[in-house]
């Protein structure tokens, strides 16, 4: 069983910045594509930004292209979400997820989930 685990969360004020960490237990994170989504209370669950077992192609949700970036990191195991310019409008949980052939921006593709980590901006 996979296990992901998401770190890196927190709150902070409109502006500033956060780096979001997923590694996994139970299997290597490299041996997947790796997927960040949110869920705003209210709202949906929402695509932020995905990235390829290479690291060659990355992809991001259209309300944080320019201003997040993901990468990962295969010596260490760990994928990461730089968010810049946070906006209040960021505020949400946070999850990863793992997806077994390419990365994708629908969630039903993705087969193992973390717990997800809160993200708070402030105005």
């Known amino acids: 069983q996979v296990q992901l685990i998401e770190s890196g969360g927190g709150t902070v004020q409109a502006g500033d910045s956060l780096r979001l960490t997923c590694t996994a237990s139970?299997?290597?994170?490299?041996?997947?594509?790796v997927g960040w989504f949110r869920e705003a209370p209210g709202k949906e669950r929402e695509f932020v930004a995905a990235i390829a077992l290479s690291g060659g192609n990355t992809y991001y949700g259209n309300a944080v292209k320019g201003r997040f970036t993901i990468s990962r990191n295969n010596a260490k195991d760990t994928v990461y979400l730089q968010m810049n310019n946070l906006k209040p409008e960021d505020t949400a949980v946070y999850y990863c997820?793992?997806?077994?052939?390419?990365?994708?921006?629908?969630?039903?593709?993705?087969?193992?989930w973390g717990q997800g980590t809160q993200v708070t901006v402030s105005s």
């Open positions: 997820a793992s997806e077994d052939m390419s990365p994708a921006i629908d969630a039903s593709r993705y087969r193992y």
């Open positions: 139970g299997q290597y994170i490299t041996s997947y594509a």
